[in-house]
């Protein structure tokens, strides 16, 4: 975990992959979030089903190129998610819960085989006052598209565990013998 000052003044945070805590924020830090991630017309009409739109320019091409639009629009709801998604290595690894979302904007559509991206600035980190293992990180977040376009944005806030905490950090299994002394044994057979 660091900052790096990139040539444009602007101060990036880096992740060692395990998050950051309360502690590891700043105002100002700048998180150009590490994956893309392309819409398929099946995660398009999965969400959509899954959620129970029935609006057909989700999940029908003939439905949809007959439209105003000429073709399948993701559903809105599976865009605000997947940048949420893509933003959670960054932001909210270690978080115990999300308090709120506000400002959505969708700005300009999305549509099947568009691949998004994001980056979010910290704007605001204060101690929670009811829970002392954790604090509150406010953020402000953008998705953008493959040409750099920003189809959303909204501002995000998020308790996250203080590196004191006594939560887990690994929810692997333990295993009755190593991987190695498995693999030994594999070879004995």
Do not use: K
């Not at 999305?110 to 605001?124: F, K, Q």
């Amino acid at each position: 975990m660091g900052l790096v000052e990139d040539t444009d003044g602007i101060r990036r945070a880096t992740s060692d992959g395990h998050g950051r805590y309360f502690e590891d924020f700043e105002v100002g830090d700048h998180f150009e979030h590490p994956l893309g991630r392309t819409i398929t017309s099946t995660d398009n009409a999965w969400f959509t089903l899954l959620t129970m739109n029935t609006n057909q320019l989700h999940f029908n091409d003939h439905y949809a190129a007959n439209s105003m639009t000429g073709q399948q629009l993701v559903n809105s709801g599976l865009t605000v998610a997947m940048v949420l998604g893509l933003s959670v290595s960054d932001i909210s690894q270690n978080a115990i819960a999300n308090l709120g979302w506000t400002d959505i904007e969708l700005v300009h559509p999305v549509h099947v085989g568009d691949t998004l991206y994001a980056d979010s600035i910290v704007t605001e980190l204060r101690r929670s006052t009811s829970r002392p293992c954790a604090g509150i990180v406010g953020c402000f977040t953008r998705g953008l598209n493959q040409h750099g376009t920003v189809v959303l944005s909204y501002r995000r806030t998020v308790l996250v565990h203080t590196r004191d905490s006594s939560h887990e950090t690994s929810s692997f299994p333990a295993a009755p013998q190593t991987i190695a002394d498995y693999m030994q044994s594999r070879r004995a057979q």
